[in-house]
């Protein structure tokens, strides 16, 4: 991860010197490519590694409720998983839901 900020501000410390709206940069292991980290997303706590994953390297997100269905299609509880589809999303019709 980098970060950038102005050199004026690095003197200064005054925050008025600062570089703002910028985020950090991540330079991509495995390619070398340099993408921004918009400058709203928490750095520290790495949430935004999902987003980076799916939106960059095309790595779809876990979805729980996904993997449950279709864990309850591979065992042939077809019902129950037509069940969790629609207690999920109740306002689904039941051919939206199939």
């Known amino acids: ?3 950038s900020q102005s050199e004026r501000y690095l003197l ?3 925050i008025t010197d600062a570089a703002v709206g910028r985020g950090s940069f991540l330079v991509d292991g495995v390619d070398g490519s340099l ?6 997303a928490d750095v520290e706590n790495g ?3 999902e987003e980076y994953l799916e939106r960059v390297r095309g ?3 876990d979805d729980p409720l996904r993997s449950r269905i279709a864990g309850l299609i591979d065992s042939d509880q077809r019902l129950e998983a037509l069940r969790l589809v629609r207690t ?3 306002d689904l019709a ?3 839901a199939k």
């Open 1 to 3: 991860m980098i970060s």
């Open 12 to 14: 200064t410390r005054e």
């Open 35 to 40: 993408h921004e980290v918009h400058a709203t």
């Open 47 to 49: 949430e935004w590694i």
């Open 59 to 61: 790595i779809e997100r």
């Open 88 to 90: 999920s999303a109740p």
């Open 94 to 96: 039941a051919r939206e």
